[in-house]
């Protein structure tokens, strides 16, 4: 099933075209999808900055030398990283406890690049090579059982983060919006089905002569008058087990 979704989202890619200057931002972010920067994804952040609406220093997880790259690119001096989008810091990669955790799906729904895996009501797990320490999973945890922890030791920035591994994270949270799209599209096409079958069971009950609304009304009672038996049966055996 899953691989029929990756073909899908393949086919559903646009032709190739020139780039235009916000590709060439966004090829420069870490892709780690984080929102510090005060953007819902690094598309949005790399769109703002092309467009002048934001400054291309508020991006901690590509830190100072992540600065210095977008300024070349725009033809800027490079200046301090933001403090109000956080700081430069080692590369934190999320571990979650699997003793505590409930099952909640919370975290699963909550990560951009889709690097948790699990089901309601089981232990989840974070495939640590595809975290990109976004910090997202943390707050919508009910039981605080994730941790974010070191990944790259004293190394910050891009020292602790390749452009494969931002190239991979990029493809991972394209194919998370597709997903969650198609899922949405596919949820619609249900209720809306579900909607034009009541429809079409409402006109076929008023364009119902008076016998076939009289028959459907007698089976009504009888259906009903069955759920109301097998509730009675189960009030007496609870009470006779009282």
Request: net charge neutral; aromatic share 4%; proline share 6%.
């Amino acid at each position: 099933m899953r691989h029929v979704a990756i073909i899908q989202f393949l086919t559903a890619m646009p032709a190739p075209s020139l780039p235009s200057l916000a590709d060439l931002i966004e090829a420069l972010l870490p892709q780690t999808q984080c929102t510090k920067c005060g953007y819902p994804s690094c598309r949005q952040y790399a769109e703002a900055i092309a467009d002048c609406s934001a400054s291309y220093n508020q991006c901690p997880p590509g830190g100072q030398q992540g600065v210095a790259r977008l300024a070349q690119l725009l033809g800027q001096p490079t200046i301090a990283l933001n403090p109000g989008n956080g700081v430069e810091r080692s590369r934190p990669l999320a571990v979650i406890d699997e003793a505590t955790c409930i099952g909640c799906t919370l975290c699963i729904q909550a990560c951009p690049v889709d690097a948790i895996v699990g089901a309601a009501k089981q232990m989840h797990t974070v495939i640590a090579e595809q975290c990109t320490g976004c910090d997202l999973c943390v707050a919508p945890c009910p039981v605080d059982c994730i941790t974010m922890i070191e990944a790259s030791g004293t190394q910050t920035g891009w020292d602790a983060w390749t452009q494969q591994q931002a190239d991979a994270a990029r493809a991972r949270h394209d194919f998370h919006i597709f997903r969650l799209r198609r899922e949405k599209q596919e949820n619609d096409d249900r209720l809306a089905a579900k909607a034009a079958e009541k429809i079409k069971a409402v006109a076929a009950e008023a364009a119902a002569t008076p016998e076939q609304q009289a028959e459907q009304q007698r089976k009504k009672a009888i259906i009903q008058a069955a759920i109301e038996q097998v509730r009675l049966k189960k009030y007496q055996a609870i009470k006779d087990q009282q």
